[in-house]
């Protein structure tokens, strides 16, 4: 029975306090509504919940959902909550929450969990949590990367190669930039300082195998303001694999990445896009051998609409380096070449009737062993969507619309192979821009007739979705995992059943939430 456990109606606060509530049933969930929204969800540990009280005036209620069920039941993401009379609780305003970070974790449903991290803006803290594939957190939030006022970056990866993943946060402080190391568990492994306490312009959070090692290693690069970048890259232990103190790119903004094998070294290398300050856009390749001359792709005058991207054209394991960017108001133009600069293809594709945003990625979509390249946008004059797919030769191999006119945002596409049968399914989705209702749309890659399809968080969007597929409950099919911010400001995380478009799970969150990933991390 759900039960009303706390009202504060009317409670004028100057700015954000930290609060403690006591006196209540131990280790059940509570939801918390503020002003008849739903923004968070936590549990008790020892009777007591730790609440952020935000600044102003707000109707604040906590309901009592019960106990933290065991079993495998999917929580209703449309539960509208029936409040009851209670025992009063206690609230100390002034307390300060503690969440522990060695708290014992609740019996979790079987599968991957769901990390999220986020930032407070109230208290300026970046914090993560860790859900399980029911959606039931597995212990209090944890907060991280202390002394650091603004939004950090935090993500996680496979370290040391164990198969479980670790948290690592990246942020600058008053003092110098910090990286630090966690478990899924909320324990700090390591923190140290990195980069220097002069490169904190443009700085970056990259992780990739990137010594040929077991594990993942940590990117980070950052600029000082002269312009100079230094990158340096960690592994587990914290010690530095590799550490270049100043690399020119010639730009001042660095505005995407990728890691693949493009020298044919065996090893992964990590390629920088960026524009140059005298308008051209290129692309730098970093490995642990050394960095490479920066490879142009466009010259003066083109606008970076696309994405910066891997390809392996002939299927030999060695990638090649493309981008899509548009002159002026003419057509769009691809670009795909070597590690040394040399032009594999050139090619004119979307025409000038199409709006700047488009995107562009690459995958094997007719399983030969050789990527193809997928560019989509949206035609300005008749608000299609539409998707093209382009083989190593320039070739046009197919070509359809998706969702409707009203997705005016830029294309989120993705391949995965969601079944696993070896091959891919292609996912496109966004957020109509009327009635702010997200969705999805799939189809078998290189076909054009969609198999799957539905809408995604329905409470209503105020800018355009995340989403990735992964298998989180390991029932051998992927589910989808969505993120974005709602009408009423608030942020949720929602998992989706992708063939019958039902909803597993959806948390909602006050904090900005900054990124969502899954892995083994307990």
Known sequence: MKKLALVVAGLWLTGAQAAQIGMLASNHE?????????????????????????????????????????????????????????????????????????????????GLEVFVASYNEDTQRNRFQVIDASGKSMAPYIEVLEGVPGEGQVQVADLDGDGMKEIIAFGASSTGIVLEY?????????????????????????????????????????????GIYRFEAYDSAGTAVATYPSIILGYNVI?????????????????????????????????????????????????????????????????????????????FRLIVTDVYGQIRLKKNVLSSKFDDQVSACAADVNGDGREEIVISGRLGETGENIVQVFDHDGYQVVAHTYLDAGFRGKPINLFSDLDQDD???????????????????????????????????ENGLVEDPKVMAKDVNMDGVEELLVTGKLNGGAYAVEMRDIEAGNVIFQSVFSTRVLSVSAGALN
């Open 30 to 110: 509570f939801n918390i509504y503020q002003d008849g929204d739903l923004v968070e969800t936590v549990f008790s540990q020892d009777s007591m919940v730790n609440l952020e009280l935000p600044s102003g005036k707000h109707t604040i209620e906590l309901i009592d959902m019960g106990p933290m069920p065991t079993s495998t039941a999917t929580p209703s993401p449309t539960f509208s909550p029936t409040p009851s009379p209670t025992n009063p609780v206690v609230i100390d305003p002034t307390a300060t929450p503690t969440p522990s970070p060695t708290a014992e974790p609740t019996v979790q449903e079987e």
């Open 182 to 226: 966690w478990n899924g568990m909320g324990e700090l492994l390591q923190s140290r300082s990195t980069l220097s306490r002069f490169h904190y312009f443009d700085i970056h959070l990259q992780t990739c195998d990137f010594d040929g090692e077991p594990g993942e290693e940590v990117i980070v690069m950052g600029r000082n303001q002269s």
């Open 255 to 331: 505005q995407g990445f990728a890691m693949d094998d493009v020298d044919g070294d065996g090893q992964t290398e990590v390629v920088v896009f960026g524009r140059t300050n005298q308008d051209q856009i290129e692309a730098t390749v970093i490995g642990m051998e050394g960095v490479d001359d920066p490879v142009t792709l466009f010259g003066k005058g083109y606008s970076v609409t696309g994405d910066g991207f891997t390809v392996d054209l002939d299927g030999d394991g060695v990638y090649e380096i493309g981008s899509v960017a548009r002159n002026g108001r003419a057509s």
């Open 423 to 457: 091959s891919l399914e292609f996912i496109v989705a966004g957020r109509d821009s009327l009635t702010g209702m997200g969705a999805y749309q799939v189809y078998d890659a290189g076909q054009t007739e969609m198999v799957y399809g539905g809408f995604l968080l």
